[in-house]
């Protein structure tokens, strides 16, 4: 079975900076796309990043500049390096990943995680 596990979270000062891990394990012959979503209280959630297999990135304008989405296919994990962080960041950031198993399945199918919290304030 195929998980998406983040990390990296937690409580960070305006200005400062964290970076999120996404790893997916379980039974995966590839991966294609992977980004990260988030959702504010009271917002619908929205992307932030993503990139594909061959390394080309899309960013929402509002991140674009101080946040660098990267990945490291050989250990099926995904990274989010977040720089200048503001208030308005603060949200759930989500994890997805466009996988396909080995399952005998022919399609891809897009797997997500749980989520980790992200805060910025003083």
């Known amino acids: 079975q195929v998980q998406l596990v983040e990390s990296g979270g937690g409580l960070v000062q305006p200005g400062g900076s964290l970076r999120l891990s996404c790893a997916a394990s379980?039974?995966?012959?590839?991966?294609?796309?992977m980004g990260w979503y988030r959702q504010a209280p009271g917002k619908q959630r929205e992307l932030v990043a993503a990139?594909?297999?061959?390394?080309?990135?899309n960013y929402a304008d509002s991140v674009k500049g101080r946040f660098t989405i990267s990945r490291d296919n050989a250990k099926n994990t995904g990274y989010l390096q977040m720089n200048s962080l503001k208030p308005e960041d603060t949200a759930v950031y989500y994890c997805?990943?466009?996988?396909?198993?080995?399952?005998?399945?022919?399609?891809?199918?897009?797997?997500w995680g749980l989520g980790t919290q992200v805060t910025v304030s003083s």
């Open positions: 997805y990943a466009d996988i396909l198993p080995r399952d005998g399945s022919s399609w891809y199918k897009d797997y």
């Open positions: 379980g039974s995966i012959v590839s991966i294609r796309a």
């Open positions: 990139i594909t297999s061959g390394g080309s990135t």
